[in-house]
């Protein structure tokens, strides 16, 4: 059904050329990024979720105002 539909079109062969171009070009960005990453920057963000003396909530905030 769709071999039908697909050899209507002209130049449809190039579709999966550049398709492959953005996957490719995508994922060598992001090897590219995570190279030249600040390694300080991403200790920060593998520590943040652990982190609890940041932490405020909305409900302790609300009740240390009303003592």
Not at 39 to 64: A, C, G, R, W
Request: hydrophobic residues 45%; glycine residues 2%; negative net charge.
């Amino acid at each position: 059904m769709f071999k039908h539909y697909f050899e209507t079109i002209e130049n449809v062969e190039i579709f999966p050329i550049i398709s492959l171009s953005i996957f490719f070009l995508f994922f060598l960005g992001l090897i590219w990024w995570v190279i030249r990453a600040d390694k300080n920057y991403i200790k920060k963000m593998k520590s943040l979720p652990m982190e609890e003396d940041n932490v405020t909530y909305k409900n302790d905030s609300q009740d240390e105002k009303n003592h």
